[in-house]
C-alpha cells in the first residue's frame, strides 16, 4: 500500500494563495494517476484536480477551473503540487490527495488516500 503525505494546508485570507504538495513516500506509484479531492464540513468528498502518470495532463473540476494549477514530478517521489490562487472562503475544507489503480487523468479506481491536510480560507 502506498502512503501519500501531504502538506501545505493552513489559514489564507480570501485572495490569497497555497501550495498543496503530496508525496508517494515508497516512490513506486510513477504509473498511476494522482490527483486531489477536498471535503468540507457537512458535505461530501469532492474531485479537485488530477493529473495522469506521466503528468502531461491536467484534469480540473469546475470549481478549480482559471484558479488552480496541478503539477507532478515522478523524479521526486511522484510529488504532485496542487496550487491553489483566488482563494475564497468556500474553499474551505480537508484536501486530500490521491492515487488512482489506472495511468489515465481520470481517477476511476481510487487505491490510496493520504490523511489530508486542512485548508481555511478567511473572509
Known amino acids: 500500500q502506498v502512503q501519500l503525505h501531504e502538506s501545505g494546508g493552513g489559514l489564507v485570507q480570501a485572495g490569497g494563495s497555497l501550495r498543496l504538495s503530496c508525496t508517494d513516500s515508497?516512490?513506486?506509484?510513477?504509473?498511476?494517476?494522482m490527483g486531489w479531492f477536498r471535503q468540507a464540513p457537512g458535505k461530501d468528498r469532492e474531485f479537485v484536480a488530477s493529473?495522469?502518470?506521466?503528468?502531461?495532463?491536467?484534469?480540473y473540476a469546475d470549481i478549480a477551473k482559471g484558479r488552480f494549477t496541478i503539477s507532478r514530478d515522478n523524479a521526486n517521489k511522484n510529488t504532485v503540487n496542487l496550487k491553489m490562487n483566488k482563494l475564497k472562503p468556500e474553499d474551505t475544507a480537508v484536501y486530500y490527495c490521491?492515487?488512482?489503480?489506472?495511468?489515465?487523468?481520470?481517477?476511476?479506481?481510487?487505491?490510496?488516500w493520504g490523511q489530508g491536510t486542512k485548508v481555511t480560507v478567511s473572509s
Open positions: 493529473t495522469s502518470w506521466d503528468g502531461v495532463n491536467p484534469y
Open positions: 515508497e516512490g513506486t506509484g510513477s504509473a498511476y494517476a
Open positions: 490521491a492515487m488512482d489503480r489506472q495511468s489515465g487523468v481520470v481517477l476511476t479506481q481510487v487505491r490510496d
